[in-house]
C-alpha cells in the first residue's frame, strides 16, 4: 500500500466510524426520552418529516405486555435517510434478531417491500414506502400484544417530539 494514501484511509474511516456511532449508537443528553401510544404514531411521523433533517430519528421501544428484561425488548425506528422518511428494523438487540422474519412477514403481508442494508458494522431491514405508522402499530399488535391505547417507551434525536402531544 502506498504510504502517502494511508492518513486518507485512517481519515475515512474515522469519518464512518463517528457517523456510524451518531446514527446508530449515541445517546446523549440532547435525546429526548418520553413515552407515546401507538395510536399516535402518525402525529410522530408527521412531527419527523415537518421538523427533522438527514439523520433525525425516533426509536420506539417494543415489549410485550409483561415482560420485563431487556431481551424482550424490540427496537423499530422511524427514520430520515437520503431525504426519505423510513422505518428501520434495527438487528442490533437479540429480540429484533430473533423476530426479523416476523417482522418481514408482517411487512409484505401490509404490501410493504422489504430492504435490507447495511451501515458499517450495523445491519438493518428498511421500508421506504406507504402507511409507516400504520406498519409500526400492526408490528406492535401482532408480535408484542400492544394496542393503540398502549404506551411504549420513545427516544427523539434532530427534532423535538412533546409529551403533551401524546395522551399517555
Given at each position: 500500500m502506498n504510504s502517502a494514501l494511508a492518513p486518507f484511509i485512517v481519515l475515512g474511516i474515522i469519518v464512518v466510524g463517528a457517523w456510524v456511532y451518531q446514527r446508530f449508537l449515541r445517546i446523549d443528553d440532547e435525546s429526548t426520552y418520553t413515552q407515546i401510544r401507538i395510536a399516535d404514531l402518525p402525529r410522530l411521523l408527521r412531527a419527523l418529516k415537518s421538523h427533522g433533517e438527514e439523520g433525525s430519528f425516533a426509536v420506539l421501544t417494543l415489549r410485550a405486555a409483561g415482560a420485563n428484561e431487556a431481551a424482550a425488548e424490540a427496537y423499530?425506528?422511524?427514520?430520515?435517510?437520503?431525504?426519505?422518511?423510513g422505518l428501520d428494523w434495527l438487528l442490533q438487540s437479540q429480540r429484533n434478531i430473533s423476530d426479523r422474519a416476523s417482522f418481514v412477514e408482517v411487512a409484505r403481508a401490509?404490501?410493504?417491500?422489504?430492504?435490507?442494508?447495511?451501515?458499517g458494522d450495523v445491519r438493518f431491514l428498511r421500508v421506504d414506502q406507504g402507511d409507516l405508522p400504520h406498519l409500526a402499530a400492526a408490528l406492535a399488535e401482532r408480535l408484542y400484544g400492544l394496542g393503540p391505547n398502549d404506551a411504549v417507551q420513545l427516544m427523539c434525536e434532530g427534532f423535538e417530539w412533546k409529551n403533551r402531544q401524546s395522551a399517555v
Open positions: 423499530v425506528q422511524f427514520s430520515i435517510e437520503s431525504g426519505g422518511v401490509l404490501g410493504h417491500a422489504v430492504n435490507e442494508r447495511e451501515t
